[in-house]
């Protein structure tokens, strides 16, 4: 990997105006695995300005061969997929297994999912058969500003910049600065692909310094962000200024509703998928809704379930769990299973601090509570941590209105075999997404929330028209081109 203080500016790696080292932390072992450099606004100018002088080009390249730079991009990709791998392993303790089978094929997944869907993109169309003289054009927005976050590292740089490249914008990527060593492997897949100089452009920084630069700048025409409900707020806030596309994609407090009826691995697949990624994940289903009848036998199998998750080190092969990103994670998550403690909730499985064995490492204990009520902080307050909390409904009304009782509304699960009821429940939850008998979304389904989750629509056609402008036109001329 090239040096890791460089930015990737105008088709080279530059280093910083001046420089503000940054260490990178090996959530395992605490431990500096890299140190990074964290930009100034003479860093983004300079990479706003690439982009910007590179855009009437990018977006003049035909539609063709943008994609087959896109497909070169892939061709790096898996040439080099155990480097990436072993680079999200280390920034952000995700085991091994983890990063090799789940977070690094995010890449080819979304790069061949959305190559498909830019097949379908009509950039140029009649507006209808009875106005032939009216005409519908799809242009690229600009220059873009693509900020995202640690968890999912390459899910989320793949689904704002491979869009982004085939609807003709040029990119400022500002990945985490938590877990930014994948980002740059990926700005060399880039450069190895042959994108044009400008078109692709990274900066690393922290949301205060190059996330607010690019919020704020005149000539970024949109920003795209992957974070916290909080940081989106900020966003939001700061881009208003300039009047520029803000899409978000934010948190979640995800219910899954068990009902009776629901085929007998319905709670240990929950409690399995709420684990996952260490819980670091903003579409988990932290909240497991179970109906009455069946709910002392639900607890036993989700307190078997989380005792049988185990945690081991990032290095090693297997199923078990990592640590979460970093200290401050750590101590956010403790402090929310104490508070679950404290509100009266019914501990079941984990607890606080370190699991049984581990001495260093920003490990957290598997943890379910039972006897929770809605209006309890860890039922309310996304605590993106391997803690899951039990809920008990009555009946299909009560378990909508519990689910629905949420600042969020990103993901929602349901377990029925009664297909009329599980499509009342779709139609009845208030997100963006309901998954059903564990079923996942197809591929080209868009990813993306309501209310505070945010409204961004990632994945598919959808994630490619984010970045295209509508432009309507009258008196079009059928006879020429």
């Not at 009216?134 to 704002?160: A, C, F, H, S, Y």
């Not at 989700?302 to 090693?316: C, D, I, L, Q």
């Not at 899951?388 to 075999?417: M, Q, R």
Request: contains cysteine.
């Amino acid at each position: 990997m090239t040096d890791t203080t460089n930015f990737y500016i105008n088709g080279a790696w530059v280093p910083p105006v001046a420089p503000r080292p940054c260490d990178v932390i090996d959530p395992a072992t605490e431990e500096v695995c890299a140190t990074i450099s964290l930009g100034d606004l003479a860093d983004t100018d300079a990479a706003v300005k690439a982009a910007s002088d590179a855009f009437p080009a990018w977006a003049a390249t035909p539609p063709a061969d943008r994609a087959a730079y896109v497909a070169k991009i892939l061709e790096q990709y898996n040439k080099r997929s155990e480097e990436m791998a072993e680079a999200i392993r280390l920034e952000m303790g995700a085991p091994i297994d983890l990063a090799r089978d789940s977070q690094a094929p995010c890449l080819p997944d979304h790069i061949e999912d959305f190559l498909e869907a830019f097949k379908d993109v009509v950039w140029d169309r009649p507006l209808r058969d009875d106005a032939p003289n009216d005409r519908i054009i799809m242009e690229p927005i600009g220059v873009v500003g693509l900020i995202t976050p640690w968890n999912w590292p390459m899910n989320q740089v793949t689904l704002k910049v491979i869009p982004a490249l085939l609807a003709g914008c040029t990119i400022v990527l500002k990945p985490s600065e938590e877990a930014p060593l994948s980002s740059l492997l990926f700005a060399e897949f880039v450069h190895d692909a042959g994108v044009p100089a400008g078109v692709f452009n990274l900066v690393n920084g922290d949301g205060a310094g190059v996330g607010t630069q690019l919020s704020t700048h005149p000539d970024v025409a949109m920003i795209s962000f992957t974070g916290s409900t909080r940081a989106g707020t900020a966003i939001s806030k700061a881009a208003a200024e300039t009047l520029k596309r803000v899409k978000l994609e934010l948190g979640g407090k995800g219910a899954n509703v068990i009902f009776a009826d629901a085929d007998p691995k319905a709670v240990k697949r929950g409690v399995r998928k709420c684990m996952n990624n260490t819980g670091q994940s903003c579409n988990a289903p932290t909240r497991m809704l179970v109906e009455q009848s069946i709910y002392d036998r639900a607890v036993e199998e989700a307190t078997e379930a989380a005792h049988s998750v185990k945690v081991g080190p990032t290095t090693e092969p297997g199923r078990h769990i990592g640590p979460v990103v970093n200290k401050s994670q750590w101590d956010k998550i403790q402090g929310m299973i104490q508070m679950g403690i404290d509100e009266g909730a019914r501990l079941v499985a984990g607890g606080t601090g370190l699991p049984e064995g581990v001495n260093r490492g920003y490990y957290v204990r598997p943890t379910v509570f039972a006897d929770v009520s809605n209006d309890m902080n860890i039922a309310q307050q996304e605590i993106f941590g391997p803690v899951l909390s039990i809920i008990p409904f009555k009946d299909e009304a009560e378990a909508i209105a519990i689910a629905n009782d949420t600042a969020y509304g990103l993901t929602n699960y349901v377990h029925s075999s009664d297909g009329a009821r599980r499509n009342r429940m779709a139609r009845a939850l208030k997100s963006g997404m309901v998954e059903m008998n564990g079923m996942s979304r197809s591929s080209g389904s868009p990813f993306g929330g309501m209310k505070m989750s945010g409204r961004a629509r990632e994945g598919g056609l959808w994630g490619i028209e984010e970045f295209l402008e509508v432009k309507a036109v009258s008196g079009w001329d059928n006879t020429t081109d």
